[in-house]
Nanobody, 128 residues
């Protein structure tokens, strides 16, 4: 079974930084598309960032709202996906979810949540 377990959420002041981690089991982060999504109560879940790795090249994708502030990366040895969030603002407050697709090409449509078949339980990030 594929399991994705997020960690690293918490409270941070505006302008601060937080790094989320998503450890995958039963799944290899390399050669697949993985992403981060977030959701605020009463709103639809939105894509934040995604990454796909083919051979030795990583391709990253970001929502306009987080470009230049967030960085998605992965550690193949630890089979872990990361989201480094900096210059955080109150509007970044949300439940953050890690998601994994069955192939790397799904990242071409990374904002489409239907491309991701596996999801973590989420980790709350509050900026205030």
């Amino acid at each position: 079974d594929v399991q994705l377990v997020e960690s690293g959420g918490g409270s941070v002041q505006p302008g601060g930084s937080v790094k989320l981690a998503c450890v995958a089991s039963g799944y290899t982060v390399r050669s697949h598309c993985m992403g981060w999504f977030r959701q605020v109560p009463g709103k639809e879940r939105e894509g934040v960032a995604a990454i796909s790795t083919l051979s030795t090249r990583d391709t990253t994708y970001y929502a306009d709202s987080v470009k230049g502030r967030f960085t998605v990366s992965q550690d193949d040895a630890l089979n872990t996906l990361y989201l480094q969030m900096s210059s955080m603002q109150p509007e970044d407050t949300a439940m953050y979810y890690c998601a994994a697709a069955r192939d790397y090409s799904s990242c071409a449509s990374w904002r489409d949540q239907r491309r991701f078949h596996y999801w973590g339980q989420g980790t709350q990030v509050t900026v205030s």
